[in-house]
């Protein structure tokens, strides 16, 4: 659609440049140097009005243009302009423009300014993004943060019958059963007198009951129109102090709303099950911009405030499971914890609404002084903070340490760039740089306690923890569990620096030789953690380069270079027990069992990773198993966290029910030693 608009355009202005030439033509000459000199030194201003055809509704089409409706749209816009004559001694210009204003995605802007003196500027921008007009749903209050199935609602069943028995009884939920072909061609299973299943094709009365389920619930399902709406206002001013100095501010609002389609998984017992959700958006970004700027024949400086501010109206979205219909209605608004009576957590499902609010602000610093013609240094440096305390919400947390029920997020970033050129002779160019970047996270670690993805959240739990470590490993002395996960956030900062030094030099008659080193060194950690959380701490590498450049001619030209360099870091086996505290600690079950180390004491003191006798370890050798004497004789603690040759640390052991450590042989591909 594009390349058919430039295409028109452009055969509209050469039919427009080929109509001016006749008609100049035809004209006397003194009549149009004049017309093409008012052109050239007096503003022009035009409005448009229009009318826009789409023969065929489409939202895909309507995208981002807001033509997605069938039929006319009227197609306006304007752009003024004037001030001070150009032979007046007036400095004065304005502008003010629109575009595309009949449509969702208008755009309108006002300038006015001083020339040398001030500038002000205010604009207004709209955007539309169509998602999907074909999106449909049972659920009421689409549109909104609270879902709830509609009054008649049928839980979808696949409808089996017991061996012997007349009556249908369903205990198979099943949404396919809303497919009349599903219906038609499912096999039921019934239990034989043996408890063996069976299978038989369902009955014409199981066919006539799920499709009177299904009849009722297709019905109630509607379309729901997806898209957001993006609104951003801008306002900005400059004024010019002295003929060195001069200042700069802008602000800018951009709202974002409507809703987006999100995978989100439904919960209920012994059942999971996918589905798409109009999740809302409103959102709110405001910016701040103000810079003090200064130069003159030898440098220039440029003082500069960047500010954002992140605001996201919907913490979260609560939906009904369909697989139970409650009919409760809506929630009670500003609160997605608080349930009506006689509702539980149980009955409902929760997705975030969104990424949390936080906020941004940063002071730099840019300049550049110029040592001589040929000597120059460049500078910029940046201190920035970014915070993030939006509150937490949850229905799977059993405990948190954090009792603020934020994240607490703090993130400090310092940036040092300086940039030395010389060309002390005719034919060498010489280069230093220097740069750091330090990612400083100082988000407090906190531990928390949650049931896994589809593990049931209630029933006995198999190993306790009962009033383990202190401060924020502190535990309750009531907590028990076993198939949940306790687990750290883990903040991590990285401080990189760089040197690089260049030699580059102009052999004659095209040719040129160039050399250069550059230094790297890494440093990376988690503050707070229990244990390092990197995989390597500390990296540092070496490169050589040297290119040899030619051009024999227009066509002709030939580089050939050679680079070496040597990283070298230390790799560290336990980076990943950062994030599972308790394995610090020994459970109370492997406690009673006589087991004296924990998971960590006991990795370390048989040279195991997670993988133990996996990563070339065997426990006794030429045994792929053992037995009990064996393992009297290998001793209790190892024992337990590594039964036989052919098993992984017991994730009981450091409170998690899934595997995470790396399988044998992986490594990190950054934190690896490497010659190159």
């Not at 243009?65 to 400095?91: C, P």
């Not at 009722?216 to 102090?241: E, P, S």
């Not at 009670?332 to 499902?349: D, R």
Request: net charge neutral.
């Amino acid at each position: 659609m594009k390349k058919h608009q430039d295409s028109l355009a452009l055969r509209a202005s050469v039919l427009a440049v080929r109509g001016a030439l006749i008609a100049l033509a035809m004209v006397p000459a003194a009549y149009a140097e004049e017309a093409a000199a008012d052109h050239l030194t007096k503003a022009a201003s035009h409005v448009e009005l229009g009318m826009t055809y789409v023969d065929k509704g489409s939202y895909k089409f309507g995208e981002y243009n807001g033509l997605q409706d069938k039929g006319l749209t009227v197609d306006a816009g304007f752009d003024l302009r004037g001030g001070s004559a150009y032979d007046s001694t007036g400095t004065t210009r304005y502008r003010l423009s629109g575009k595309d204003l009949g449509t969702d995605n208008r755009n309108l802007s006002a300038d006015f300014a001083e020339q040398g003196k001030f500038r002000i500027n205010f604009g207004y921008d709209e955007l539309r993004r169509n998602s999907s007009d074909s999106y449909m749903s049972p659920y009421q209050g689409l549109g909104s943060s609270h879902l709830s199935l509609p009054p008649g609602w049928t839980t979808p069943m696949q409808l089996n019958f017991p061996s012997g028995a007349q009556t249908a009884y369903s205990t198979a939920t099943n949404l396919r059963t809303l497919s009349p072909a599903f219906v038609a061609n499912d096999t039921i299973f019934n239990g034989a007198a043996a408890g063996v299943p069976v299978a038989k094709p369902a009955t014409a009365l199981q066919q006539q009951q799920m499709n009177a389920i299904a009849t009722a619930d297709i019905g109630m399902f509607h379309n729901f129109d997806v898209y957001t709406t993006r609104k951003k206002y801008d306002a900005g001013f400059g004024v010019t102090l002295t003929n060195q100095w001069d200042v700069k501010a802008s602000v800018r609002r951009e709202n974002r709303e409507g809703t987006i389609l999100r995978n989100a998984l439904s919960r209920n017992t012994n059942l999971d099950s996918g589905m798409t959700m109009p999740v809302v958006i409103n959102q709110t970004t405001d910016q701040y911009d103000l810079s003090f700027n200064f130069k003159d024949a030898k440098s220039h400086l440029t003082l500069a405030y960047n500010g954002s501010l992140f605001r996201n109206a919907e913490d979260a979205m609560v939906w009904e499971g369909w697989q139970t219909a409650l009919n409760f209605g809506l929630l009670p608004t500003g609160s997605v914890t608080a349930y009506p009576a006689g509702i539980t957590a149980k009955n409902l499902n929760m997705i975030s609404g969104g990424a949390p609010g936080n906020d941004f602000h940063q002071f730099s610093l840019t300049g550049g002084y110029d040592f001589s013609k040929t000597t120059k240094l460049a500078v910029n440096a940046a201190y920035s903070r970014n915070t993030q305390n939006d509150a937490m919400e949850s229905e799977e947390l059993v405990y948190t340490s954090n009792r603020s029920g934020s994240l607490n997020g703090e993130v400090i970033t310092k940036v040092l760039n300086l940039k030395l050129t010389a060309k002390p002779v005719k034919d060498l160019g010489l280069t230093a740089m220097y740069k750091l970047n330090d990612r400083d996270n100082r988000t407090p670690v906190n531990v928390y306690v949650y049931d896994d993805a589809g593990e049931p959240n209630a029933g006995t739990k198999n190993a306790t923890w009962a009033g383990v470590g202190s401060g924020i490993y502190a535990m309750p002395a009531n907590l028990t569990i076993g198939n949940i996960n306790v687990n750290a956030n883990r903040p991590f900062s990285k401080k990189t620096q760089d040197i690089n030094l260049e030699a580059d030099y102009n052999l004659g008659k095209g040719h040129a030789l160039k050399a250069g080193w550059d230094y790297q060194k890494i440093d990376r950690q988690c503050t707070g953690s229990w244990i390092q959380c990197s995989d390597a701490p500390t990296a540092k590498e070496n490169k050589l380069r040297l290119e040899w450049r030619a051009a024999f001619n227009e066509d002709l030209n030939a580089k050939v270079g050679y680079t070496r360099s040597e990283r070298k870091a230390d790799y560290n086996e336990y980076a990943w027990l950062a994030l599972v505290p308790m394995a610090q600690y020994v459970n109370a079950a492997a406690a009673a069992a006589g087991v004296t180390q924990s998971a960590y004491q006991a990795m370390l003191a048989n040279g195991f990773n997670g993988w133990g006798p996996l990563a070339g370890f065997p426990l006794t050798a030429g045994v792929a198993s053992t037995t009990a004497q064996q393992q009297a004789a290998l001793g209790v603690n190892r024992a337990y966290y590594w039964l036989n040759n052919n098993v992984m640390a017991a994730q009981t052991g450091y409170g998690n029910v899934n595997v995470i450590y790396d399988p044998l042989g992986f490594r990190r591909y950054y934190a690896a030693s490497r010659d190159q």
